[in-house]
């Protein structure tokens, strides 16, 4: 065989070569033809990656809706189903947990600004004083705890992977006072790494944003030109290219970088309820409310469970795993209220010789459920 058998003549352009080499028709070698194969496949994947992410990220502003979500249905409020979901508790204790930015927080531009209102924080104060009640969140939990600022609460920081319980005794005698755990701890150089990696790579696309969430780095876009999204995608894959342990995900304009370790929020959400003895009991009704899309993994442990509830903060209708859904921040607050004097109310009916009619014309209260159907043990 010589070695002009095994040349075979190209046409590089019907090949779709044309990015890699001139546009003529040239006779290649297999081993030739073979690298142009490789390095045209491995250019094409590069790029496949970024246009997919550039597209999840235009997608993963919460103002669009997918045109062909025939599977998207619209959930019924919580706050018209009230009845229902406290009625489901009955015999059971209910354990909240509450997603930060964008469920206690109203999204704004600037992380650092996304404050809670005093109402809502009197609000989640008196959930946690009837109710286990845990902030779960992708921010790092120092960062979480500076908003919040509750010590009573269970704070599951960096999407669960930093979990740490009430620095002071509550109620719960089965509540393990001790916890605290960081299943990525090794992890924790290499984060820092990448975090400096990415500020350097992204300080020259405006508007971007890198905030070290400890054993998790988020990348902001929402102030980024969407004609530099494309860049900063790049930018990105970059960096992560060199850390094959670490993963991408998203949320509400913000690329998550993440260790591959098989640990999320709904993971955080099953370790708090066996921390507080929830383990595998059926006495338990959890709550999660949340507006991410790194909360559905939360809702669907839920939903596998067939326990408690998940609750999307959303004002569109969005493929979920929740049961319910709540509009804004507003009605998160609203929902949290209603759930305390419901609480009140059944704890004083237990106490005291009222009637129903007594709680219900009670002016203490603003919320008076519509019927007089309160039981004992705590359901409606
Ligand atoms: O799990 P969460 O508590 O919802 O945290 C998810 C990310 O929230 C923050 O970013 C989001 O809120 C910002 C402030 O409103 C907003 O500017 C940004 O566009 C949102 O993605 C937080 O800054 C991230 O670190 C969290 O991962």
């Keep these: 065989m010589t070695n002009q058998q095994n040349v075979v003549a190209v ?21 030739e033809l ?3 194969f490789m390095k045209r496949f491995e250019a094409e994947k590069g790029d496949n990656k970024i246009n997919g992410l550039v597209d999840s ?46 469920t206690l927080s109203p999204i704004v531009e600037d992380p650092d600004q996304a404050f809670m209102s005093t109402e809502m924080r009197a609000a989640v104060r008196d959930v946690a004083r009837y ?10 939990r120092d960062k979480v705890y500076s908003f919040v600022k509750l010590p009573g609460l269970y704070y599951a920081g ?14 719960n005698k089965k509540a393990n006072q001790g916890v605290l755990f960081q299943p990525a701890s090794e992890f924790l150089p290499m984060i820092d790494e990448v975090y400096k990696a990415l500020v350097e790579k992204t300080k020259s696309i405006g508007g971007a944003k890198v905030e070290n969430n400890k054993f998790c780095v988020s990348v902001h876009f929402r102030r980024v030109d969407e004609k530099s999204w494309g860049a900063l995608a790049e930018q990105v894959r970059s960096v ?12 509400r304009k913000v690329l998550e970088i993440r260790p591959t370790i098989k640990w999320d929020k709904g993971r955080a959400l099953e370790f708090l309820l066996a921390a507080l003895g929830y383990g595998n009991s059926n006495d338990v009704l959890p709550i999660y409310i949340g507006d991410d899309r ?18 999307l903060v959303s004002k569109i209708p969005k493929e979920t795993n929740a049961s319910y859904t709540l509009q804004e921040p507003s009605e998160v607050k609203e929902f949290l209220r209603r759930l305390v004097d419901w609480k009140k109310i059944c704890t004083r009916r237990r106490s005291s010789t009222l009637s129903c009619l007594d709680i219900y014309i009670d002016k203490k209260f603003e919320y008076h459920p519509p019927t007089c159907l309160i039981k004992e043990g705590g359901g409606i």
């Design 11 to 31: 046409d590089v352009k019907s090949l779709g070569l044309r990015n890699l080499l001139p546009p003529v028709t040239k006779s290649l070698s297999p081993t």
């Design 34 to 36: 073979k690298m142009l």
């Design 57 to 102: 990220m235009r997608a993963s502003s919460p103002t669009r809706i997918k045109s062909s979500s025939a599977s998207i249905v619209h959930h019924p409020s919580a706050l018209s189903m009230f009845e229902q979901i406290v009625g489901a508790s009955k015999g059971k204790q209910i354990v909240m947990f509450l997603d930060y930015d964008g």
């Design 131 to 140: 109710f286990p009640t845990a902030i779960v969140t992708g921010r790092c």
């Design 158 to 171: 960096s999407h669960g992977m930093d979990i740490k319980g009430p620095s002071k005794r509550c109620k």
């Design 240 to 251: 992560l290219n060199q850390y094959p342990k670490l993963k991408l995900t998203q949320g």
């Design 294 to 311: 790194t909360d559905e993994d939360a809702f669907k442990v839920l939903r596998d469970r067939g326990q408690g509830f998940g609750i």
